[in-house]
C-alpha cells in the first residue's frame, strides 16, 4: 500500500510562485525504485500529466509548464517538491501526486493518488 499526502498551494495571483509538497509511505518505497510525479485537473478538464520525476532524478514536464515549474525529490524523506513560477491562470486546478513507472520515457501511473490540493491563479 501507499499512501501521498499532498501539501501547499492555495490563491495566488498571476506572475505569483507556489510550492506543492508529496509525502509518501508504504511498504512499496523500500523495494521499488518508483518514479512519481504531479497531475493537475483543471475546471472541466481531463486529468493530465504535468510533471515527472525518476528516483534518480531525471525530469520531463509538460510543454505548458516547462521553463516555470520544477520537481525535485527528497528520497531519504520519500518526498516531492513541484516548485511552480510565474503562475498563470490557466495554471488553476486541483493538483495530485501519484507515483509509477518509466518505460521509454513514458510515465505509467500505478493506482495511487493522493486527496489533492487546490491551486487557484487570479488573473
Known amino acids: 500500500q501507499v499512501q501521498l499526502v499532498e501539501s501547499g498551494g492555495g490563491l495566488v495571483q498571476a506572475g505569483g510562485s507556489s510550492r506543492l509538497s508529496c509525502a509518501a509511505s508504504g511498504t512499496i518505497f523500500s523495494i521499488n525504485p518508483l518514479a512519481m510525479a504531479w497531475f493537475r485537473q483543471g475546471p472541466g478538464k481531463q486529468r493530465e500529466l504535468v510533471a515527472s520525476i525518476t528516483s534518480g532524478g531525471s525530469t520531463n514536464f509538460t510543454d505548458s509548464v516547462k521553463g516555470r515549474f520544477t520537481i525535485s525529490r527528497d528520497n531519504a524523506k520519500n518526498t516531492m517538491y513541484l516548485q511552480m513560477n510565474s503562475l498563470k491562470p490557466e495554471d488553476t486546478g486541483v493538483y495530485y501526486c501519484?507515483?509509477?513507472?518509466?518505460?521509454?520515457?513514458?510515465?505509467?501511473?500505478?493506482?495511487?493518488w493522493g486527496q489533492g490540493t487546490q491551486v487557484t491563479v487570479s488573473s
Open positions: 501519484n507515483v509509477g513507472y518509466l518505460v521509454s520515457g513514458t510515465y505509467y501511473s500505478h493506482n495511487y
